[in-house]
C-alpha cells in the first residue's frame, strides 16, 4: 500500500512556464515532506522540505505547498530551466523514516 | 556539499557470489541509510543505523546484512548473490531534527 503517491510519471512544460508537480499522501502522522531531484546515474538531491505545521515554503525558483486537509502537497519551479529536466521524487517523514513515491520525471522543452 | 561515496558504482556478478557494497560519509553523520530502487519505482528502505552497532532492518524486507563498526563507514553484503538482487543500491546519510537526507551516487547491481 503506497502511502506516498505521486501519480504522474511525467510532465512536460516549455522553458521559462511553470513547472507543477503532485503528491498525494494516505498517513496524517507524516510530519515533513520534502522532495529530491534525481539525475540519471546520481543519488537524489535534497531540493526543498516544509514541516506540517506549515504550508507553503519558497526557496528561490521553487516553491512547496502543503494541503493537509487534503493529504496534498506540490512543488513548483518557476521560470523553469532546461537544467530541471530530472526526476522528482516526493517524500514524507515519520520517525526518522522518510517514505519515498515512484517519481516524476519532468521534461523542460525548448 | 555532501561527502557521501559508494564503490563500485556498477558491479556485474554471476549467481551465488558473494559481494560487499561500500558506503562512506565524512560528515560525521550519526544516522546512515540503504535504499534499494529498481526502475520507475520508489525507494525502499532496507536497512538503517542510528550509531555505532546500531542496525535495524527496514520496511523491505532483504537478504542483505549492513555492519556499522565505525560511524563514517556502512557496508552491505550479500552472501549469495541472486537475478532478483539486480536493483540500484543507494545509500544515505542524516543527521538532525528535519532527516534531511544526503545520498551517494548509487550502485547498480546487476546479477546474472
Known amino acids: 500500500d503506497q502511502q506516498v503517491k505521486q501519480n504522474s510519471p511525467s510532465l512536460s512544460v516549455q522553458e521559462g512556464r511553470i513547472s507543477i508537480l503532485n503528491c498525494d499522501y494516505t498517513n496524517s502522522m507524516f510530519d515533513y515532506f520534502l522532495w529530491y531531484k534525481k539525475y540519471p546515474a546520481e543519488g537524489p538531491t535534497f531540493l526543498i522540505s516544509?514541516?506540517?505545521?506549515?504550508d507553503k515554503n519558497e526557496d528561490g525558483r521553487f516553491t512547496v505547498f502543503l494541503n493537509k486537509s487534503a493529504k496534498h502537497l506540490s512543488l513548483h519551479i518557476v521560470p523553469s530551466q532546461p537544467g530541471d529536466s530530472a526526476v522528482y521524487f516526493c517524500a514524507a517523514s515519520r520517525d526518522d523514516k522518510i517514505i519515498f513515491g515512484k517519481g516524476t520525471r519532468l521534461h523542460i522543452l525548448p | 556539499e555532501a561527502d557521501i561515496y559508494q564503490t563500485p558504482r556498477y558491479l556485474v556478478i554471476g549467481t551465488g557470489k558473494k559481494i560487499t557494497l561500500e558506503c562512506s560519509q565524512t560528515m560525521g553523520h550519526d544516522k546512515m541509510y540503504w535504499y534499494q530502487q529498481d526502475p520507475g519505482m520508489e525507494l525502499h528502505l532496507i536497512h538503517y543505523s542510528y550509531g555505532v552497532n546500531s542496525t535495524e532492518k527496514g520496511d523491505l524486507s532483504s537478504e542483505s546484512t549492513v555492519s556499522r563498526i565505525r560511524t563514517e563507514h556502512f557496508p552491505l553484503t550479500l552472501e549469495s548473490a541472486r537475478p532478483s538482487h539486480t536493483s540500484q543500491y543507494l545509500c544515505?546519510?542524516?543527521?538532525?531534527?528535519?532527516?534531511?537526507?544526503?545520498f551517494g551516487p548509487g550502485t547498480r547491481l546487476t546479477v546474472l
Open positions: 516544509i514541516s506540517s505545521i506549515k
Open positions: 544515505a546519510s542524516s543527521e538532525g531534527w528535519y532527516n534531511e537526507q544526503f
